[in-house]
């Protein structure tokens, strides 16, 4: 039984109530408290020693790192951070300084996009180092976008270049929070996620769950120059077009939008993020399935997002 | 350095903004999120195994004692309990069947209080179980208790025995969350904590946030069945008294009301909730410290509660 199969079971029956709009399944819970025109967005995420970072990360970086995915949560619903808590479950004989690193890497993005550190609790894990971090942030009800609503016909789009996440970038990468908000601001966007466990893998999330497919287009993926140079430099790894599918961990956007707005979207990104590539990868399709367009024709993609054990 | 000295390095110079009522400090922290009329309580507990369960505890239990402990957090506020997420750090060679059973000890707690679990996460931490969870909840803002409102002359008061929890008690607690809803609703209560440092370490809590002392009837302290057992059965147990006010995981409602309801609240308790016992403990003082009065005399109490590394 992998991951995905266990969350499944776990998933089945779980205890709900009234103020739960969007459970188990999405970026973030999606919670009606009674917030006049907003919904809460209420997220959890954890990294671990030697499975999220080995122990030569900074831990500043291990800090960011633990924030940023949450706060990248956020984003992929389109939602506003409001405060976080942070548990740090720490190793037999920890330096104190360590941890404070870890609170001066949390600490700096925190204050970037205006989030609260709420409070946590410290406890013992003797063997290594377990950071999680609990969120809490609100969305207009109407600007809420879940992996559900992609339509056949929408335009597929995904933010940054993607692969090779791990030689470096997936400890300092910068949750898409301004961006998000931007575009479900002033764009139809049915459906988004942000790249955690693959191109691949998390579109499959939004295929599954809007009941539809996808076509990619090969050429138009945007494939990170780690990811390139790591193909060079190493006869083992992955081709760098499979890299960027499958790697995970880039904490980029990736959204359908209704097809109609893709050129007018792409023009006005540029103006607004100019600094930030944004890349038309493909389409939804009504035929389920995914489907990766090369120059050698039209191939079912079997190639699937990283399965955290297996 | 201990865990509490560690937090306060932590604690100085958290990032904020304008939604935080009250940080890390108090059970929950305590969110104005433009809820109107009410505040959101934000709250996060992790259990380790080896630190807060042995490897004999069941499963069902350490999912009971996992999500006990957050919800007495919010019951600590008089607050309502909303919405939990689960994370679950796995060690290597888990059987799929040990976590579902983990679920049902917190779904059955989950139901009881209708609360609802909204997802969450699994993980993997190779050597130990660890479980942490989430929870939001909410409270009026003028029935929102707080560690810091003890007043000199109020009554102090403890739900329930205390003494010997990790006995049994410490996983099949049930939270206080009714209790402490009602003692909002109809008495000036000043301060509330739930005990789970013990009771002298958590009334600590109370008296340095409120600026103010207390006096402890020794022979009015309600000890544990449990706590007399352990006493009588080793000879290397602590005293009985002293197991009440230091073993902690008590998971009781300790509160200071204003004097002049005292007696009428013994009153009302009887009659609301005729099954559990509620005992004036003492009084808050203007002079500060911590003092015990037995029949020998009145002595500064030096016990502290139990802190969770040294």
């Given at each position: 039984m992998n991951e995905l199969e266990l969350i499944a079971r776990l998933t089945r029956s779980l205890p709900s109530n009234a103020s739960v709009v969007a459970g188990a399944g999405d970026d973030c819970a999606v919670l009606d408290c009674g917030l006049p025109g907003r919904y809460l967005l209420f997220k959890t995420d954890a990294v671990v020693e030697g499975v999220h970072f080995t122990s030569e990360a900074k831990p500043e970086q291990i800090g960011h790192k633990a924030l940023g995915r949450c706060l990248s949560d956020v984003a992929a619903m389109a939602g506003r951070p409001l405060a976080a808590l942070v548990t740090v479950a720490l190793p037999d004989n920890f330096a104190p300084e360590f941890?404070?690193?870890?609170?001066?890497?949390?600490?700096?993005?925190?204050?970037?996009?205006?989030?609260?550190?709420?409070?946590?609790?410290?406890?013992?894990?003797?063997?290594?180092?377990?950071?999680?971090?609990?969120?809490?942030?609100?969305?207009?009800?109407?600007?809420?976008?879940?992996r559900s609503g992609a339509k056949a016909g929408d335009a597929l789009f995904v933010t940054g270049e993607l692969g090779g996440s791990r030689a470096g970038r997936h400890l300092d990468f910068e949750p898409r929070l301004a961006e998000a908000q931007w575009l479900a601001e002033h764009f139809p966007i049915h459906a988004m996620i942000d790249v955690s466990d693959?191109?691949?893998?998390?579109?499959?999330?939004?295929?599954?769950?809007?009941?539809?497919?996808?076509?990619?287009?090969?050429?138009?993926?945007?494939?990170?120059?780690?990811?390139?140079?790591?193909?060079?430099?190493?006869?083992?790894?992955?081709?760098?077009?499979?890299?960027?599918?499958?790697?995970?961990?880039?904490?980029?956007?990736?959204?359908?939008?209704?097809?109609?707005?893709?050129?007018?979207?792409?023009?006005?990104?540029?103006?607004?993020?100019?600094?930030l590539r944004l890349s038309c990868i493909g389409r939804i399709t009504a035929e389920t399935g995914l489907k990766l367009q090369d120059k050698t024709g039209r191939h079912s993609l079997e190639t699937h997002g990283y399965v955290h054990f297996a």
């Amino acid at each position: 039984m992998n991951e995905l199969e266990l969350i499944a079971r776990l998933t089945r029956s779980l205890p709900s109530n009234a103020s739960v709009v969007a459970g188990a399944g999405d970026d973030c819970a999606v919670l009606d408290c009674g917030l006049p025109g907003r919904y809460l967005l209420f997220k959890t995420d954890a990294v671990v020693e030697g499975v999220h970072f080995t122990s030569e990360a900074k831990p500043e970086q291990i800090g960011h790192k633990a924030l940023g995915r949450c706060l990248s949560d956020v984003a992929a619903m389109a939602g506003r951070p409001l405060a976080a808590l942070v548990t740090v479950a720490l190793p037999d004989n920890f330096a104190p300084e360590f941890v404070e690193r870890i609170y001066t890497g949390i600490n700096g993005l925190a204050q970037r996009h205006h989030v609260a550190i709420a409070g946590g609790e410290t406890t013992s894990n003797p063997e290594r180092l377990l950071l999680s971090i609990s969120m809490v942030g609100d969305v207009a009800r109407d600007k809420c976008i879940l992996r559900s609503g992609a339509k056949a016909g929408d335009a597929l789009f995904v933010t940054g270049e993607l692969g090779g996440s791990r030689a470096g970038r997936h400890l300092d990468f910068e949750p898409r929070l301004a961006e998000a908000q931007w575009l479900a601001e002033h764009f139809p966007i049915h459906a988004m996620i942000d790249v955690s466990d693959g191109l691949a893998g998390d579109l499959r999330h939004i295929l599954r769950l809007s009941q539809v497919g996808a076509e990619l287009l090969a050429r138009a993926i945007p494939i990170s120059r780690a990811a390139k140079l790591q193909s060079r430099a190493e006869s083992s790894a992955k081709p760098p077009l499979l890299a960027a599918l499958s790697d995970g961990e880039d904490f980029e956007l990736l959204f359908a939008v209704a097809g109609g707005h893709a050129v007018a979207l792409l023009d006005e990104w540029k103006k607004q993020f100019p600094k930030l590539r944004l890349s038309c990868i493909g389409r939804i399709t009504a035929e389920t399935g995914l489907k990766l367009q090369d120059k050698t024709g039209r191939h079912s993609l079997e190639t699937h997002g990283y399965v955290h054990f297996a």
